[in-house]
């Protein structure tokens, strides 16, 4: 796990600062916390989102050649656990968390945002510094209440990923994206099952869209209408049941961009990603705001 902190020239609220942890993607199969396609330097954009007053992390997860699905679940859900554990030493809000995925990352994300608390996503024999007994009040070694060990967040972002694996064949196939028929498509290496032959709790428990229950935080959606890796169409879907949920949700299709908002030439592709973070950022501003005091 990376961290990016605010500068020193950046005020520290009295409760610390929100964090928001990016989920790189990679079909579950390929990347790494310090690189984000198309982004040339993305530790260098951590460190810029940092400087607006965040705590940046970017984790690692392990990849389906190593594990099959829930493990990707589970370690997200330990990295939230392990820094709102650790919220006081990284100068982080424990009551201010949101997680950002792209591609394969995004599908993480939203079940991350989709699942608080949820059993079979608990990491396994996870040991965890300043930990109290969950729903026992204990003072830290600062003389201050020590954070819980939830893994819920209060926002998420999700780029361009898949919500729902049990109608992603179909919705591929209509689109002309990339095929899900056969078993070495991502998802079904991620899952260790084809689609047609897996037991549909399988397929429900890595998909937001049938994890989705009303107290999911707010969520950003994104995504581009040109994408042949990933049907945009998954994403319509989500945005769909949020809205029957009533949670809030804000919905934005990039006209002519692919997968990861790559455009037709470079400068398409910097206008789209561009485009992106700057809705995110104000999505941010205003779903991990401080709290008002009293």
């Not at 989920?23 to 310090?34: K, L, P, R, S, V």
């Not at 990284?90 to 993480?108: C, E, H, K, M, N």
């Not at 078993?183 to 994890?211: F, H, N, Y």
Request: aromatic residues 6%.
């Amino acid at each position: 796990m990376d961290i990016y902190s605010p500068p020193p020239s950046v005020d520290k609220p009295q409760a610390g600062f929100p964090m928001l942890m990016f989920i790189h993607g990679g079909g579950w199969a390929t990347g790494d916390a310090q690189t984000s396609n198309p982004i040339a330097d993305f530790p260098q954009l951590l460190a810029e989102i940092a400087a607006q007053g965040y705590v940046v992390s970017s984790v690692n997860y392990r990849l389906s050649g190593e594990a099959k699905w829930p493990a990707q679940g589970q370690d997200i859900k330990a990295a939230l656990r392990y820094l709102r554990s650790t919220a006081h030493d990284y100068g982080i809000d424990p009551a201010r968390f949101a997680t950002w995925g792209v591609s394969a990352g995004a599908q993480l994300s939203a079940i991350a945002a989709t699942t608080c608390g949820v059993e079979d996503l608990q990491p396994e024999s996870q040991i965890l510094p300043n930990l109290p007994v969950l729903g026992v009040p204990e003072l830290d070694r600062h003389g201050e209440m020590r954070s819980n060990n939830s893994d819920c967040v209060q926002a998420a972002i999700a780029w361009s990923g898949v919500y729902d694996m049990s109608t992603l064949t179909d919705q591929a196939r209509l689109a002309g994206a990339m095929s899900r028929e056969l078993g070495t498509a991502p998802e079904w290496r991620l899952l260790g099952c084809i689609s047609g032959a897996c037991p549909q709790d399988k397929l429900a428990s890595a998909s937001a869209v049938q994890r989705l229950s009303n107290d999911a935080p707010p969520i950003l959606l994104m995504t581009g209408n040109a994408d042949k890796i990933m049907p945009y169409t998954q994403t319509l879907e989500f945005a769909g049941a949020l809205e029957v949920e009533k949670i809030p949700h804000e919905l934005v299709i990039i006209a002519g961009a692919g997968h990861n908002f790559i455009g037709q030439n470079a400068t398409e592709t910097r206008r789209s990603t561009q485009t992106a973070l700057d809705h995110m950022l104000t999505f941010l501003s205003i779903h991990l705001a401080p709290k008002p005091q009293g």
